[in-house]
């Protein structure tokens, strides 16, 4: 996936970066190179939207000189935005990333027909970058690679969330590949 792609060169090489579970943690664990222990921070068996942003919290106040990137869904982040509020009194050096396509990806390609359908998992499109602004975080939307290497490029020593609007087509050929 070009946006994991992306977020990982553009990452300084002392980052710390907190995936939630998800579809897109599906794009992400394949490819992300990490060099060191505790580079990487995932919840244990896919299992706990709402993971990483809190996780970004712990890790930046636990290693206050090193920048955190936060990878996190749309659900995910739905469920702790509040959080955002934290990350900005605090001003920590977080970077949040959503992954936008303003659906539950993985649960929308598992469900069967008697769950509800598409309409028990997609919502309307929210603009995360204007709460992360109203929360006194910096707030971008990227919608090419082109848009994320230009909101991650920068000081990541600020709070700031980039909102990745995203095409969720290729994840039912990353589930299939990964989980069978």
């Not at 890790?59 to 869904?73: H, Q, T």
């Not at 959503?98 to 993985?106: I, M």
């Not at 769950?115 to 006194?136: C, L, N, P």
């Amino acid at each position: 996936m070009q946006l994991v792609d992306t977020v990982s060169a553009a990452l300084p090489s002392d980052a710390t970066v907190t995936v939630d579970a998800g579809a897109h943690f599906l794009a992400i664990m394949p490819l992300w190179p990490v060099a060191n222990p505790f580079d990487l921070l995932i919840s244990n068996g896919l299992s706990t939207m709402g993971y990483a942003v809190p996780a970004a919290i712990g890790a930046a106040v636990a290693r206050p000189d090193r920048p955190v990137v936060a990878l996190v869904g749309d659900g995910g982040l739905g469920m702790t935005m509040a959080e955002l509020e934290t990350i900005a009194r605090l001003d920590l050096p977080i970077t949040v990333v959503v992954f936008n396509d303003a659906a539950l990806s993985l649960i929308e390609i598992k469900q069967r027909d008697q769950h509800g359908g598409a309409a028990a998992v997609k919502y309307r499109e929210t603009d995360f970058a204007a709460i992360a602004r109203a929360s006194s975080i910096g707030g971008l939307i990227a919608r090419s690679a082109d848009e994320l290497r230009m909101a991650l490029d920068g000081d990541w020593t600020r709070p700031r969330l980039v909102d990745a609007r995203i095409d969720p087509s290729s994840y039912r050929a990353l589930i299939a590949t990964t989980r069978g």
